[in-house]
């Protein structure tokens, strides 16, 4: 089992910086793929940036060159730094883990808006 357990987000104007976080804990030792999801209502849950267990790392079209994930194994916290929000970033980000099976963050609300 791993736990996965989200902070950040919120309400900023276009242009502003957020940056969330996600401690994971549990059974880490595997090989795994992690990142971060997002999800607008009424939509589907869409790959946001994905760190391979293999080391690479992949970005949706939409958001690179803006966001940057990254991985402390020394705090076990994956962070997502997003810079030059736009109002279309606004959704329900979630932490994403796959090892032995797919684990998901609680979802935290990130709102951009003027």
């Known amino acids: 089992q791993v736990q996965l357990v989200q902070s950040g987000g919120g309400l900023v104007t276009p242009g502003e910086s957020l940056t969330l976080s996600c401690a994971y804990s549990?059974?880490?030792?595997?090989?795994?793929?992690l990142g971060w999801y997002r999800r607008v209502p009424g939509k589907q849950r869409d790959m946001v940036a994905i760190l391979s267990y293999t080391g690479g790392i992949t970005y949706a079209e939409s958001v690179k060159g803006r966001f940057t994930v990254s991985r402390d194994n020394a705090k076990s916290t994956l962070s997502l730094q997003m810079d030059s929000l736009k109002p279309e970033d606004s959704a329900i980000y979630y932490c994403y883990w796959w090892s032995d099976r797919v684990y998901w963050g609680q979802g935290t609300m990130v709102n951009v808006s003027s």
């Open positions: 549990g059974n880490t030792a595997n090989l795994t793929n």
